[in-house]
């Protein structure tokens, strides 16, 4: 069979196919320039803030001495575990996101779009959220007694004062991004979509790398746990928003054209 017989056999199949590809990768790019755009942006007063940082402070309570501040002090003191948190905190989140949502595409079915659609929409959540509520990391708040600790170890890595931002471009970020945490938000997505795969195996990274995440970023003194909370529940709330979506996209004239898939 020739590739133009196969396509007038399954022209409907090539155009819902290719219909969805498209707006999966509009939507990406969206995505992408819009986070770009607004983590780009420094921020119009560090004040403000810090002040904020102080308001999640007061909310957390005993919270912060008692677990984030005796973290920090625990990892600062072992650079063994120090330098890998640093190239952890920089790099699995723009490694192991991806890489999630690809297996996920290749299972198809709710379960992908379940997810892909729950990744946007917690994104968009946090990148209001970013805009409205600026928010200090705990490492930019002074007299808290905290230490940067990927500042401490910059010659370690590529990085300089501006947690993982490449020397000499820490002003092309906006460092005052703390609430939510997309980096545990994303790695606790990581963790749904890691738990619904067919093999049980991905079961134990599903557990592992959130949980590293938030020892990751409180100890490094990247986010507050306020922030860490924060970024679950933008994932939370999308995937409820999604699953109420559900039986409306079920119905759609896409998903009765679309092939099955399991996931």
Same mark, same amino acid.
């Given at each position: %069979? @020739? ?16 219909? @969805?590809?498209? =707006? ?9 320039? @819009?986070? @770009? ?19 999640? /402070?007061? =909310? ?30 920089? /790099? %699995?989140?723009?490694?192991? !996101?991806?890489?999630? /949502? ?41 007299? =808290? ?33 703390? %609430? ?20 049980? /195996?991905?079961?134990?990274?599903? =557990? ?11 100890? !490094? ?43």
């Amino acid at each position: %069979m @020739t590739v133009a017989t196969w396509r007038n056999e399954h022209r409907g199949v090539v155009r819902v196919i290719g219909s @969805t590809v498209s =707006i999966e990768l509009a939507a990406l790019v969206a995505l992408g320039v @819009t986070y @770009t755009f607004i983590r780009a942006g420094q921020g119009n007063d560090a004040g403000v803030a810090i002040a904020h940082a102080h308001h999640i /402070l007061s =909310i957390e309570g005993p919270i912060f001495g008692h677990l984030e501040r005796p973290l920090n002090q625990w990892l600062v003191g072992l650079p063994a575990l120090a330098v890998p948190a640093c190239y952890f905190y920089a /790099l %699995m989140h723009y490694a192991v !996101t991806p890489t999630v /949502l690809l297996v996920s595409r290749r299972s198809g079915g709710w379960s992908y779009w379940r997810g892909y659609w729950a990744l946007m929409i917690a994104s968009a959540i946090a990148l209001v959220i970013y805009a409205r509520y600026p928010v200090a990391p705990p490492r930019l708040v002074p007299d =808290i007694d905290v230490v940067d600790v990927m500042r401490r170890f910059a010659s370690y890595g590529w990085w300089g004062s501006a947690a993982s931002a490449p020397r000499g471009i820490g002003d092309a970020t906006n460092q005052f991004a703390a %609430m939510p945490s997309l980096h545990f938000g994303w790695s606790l997505w990581c963790g749904i979509q890691m738990w619904g795969f067919r093999s049980k /195996l991905w079961r134990i990274p599903a =557990i592992v790398y959130p949980t590293l995440q938030v020892i990751v970023v409180l100890g !490094t003194a990247n986010h507050f746990f306020l922030d860490v909370l924060g970024g679950g529940a933008c994932v939370l709330v999308a995937y409820a928003v999604v699953g109420a979506l559900k039986p409306f996209a079920d119905r759609s004239p896409a998903a009765e054209d679309s092939p099955s898939h399991v996931a």
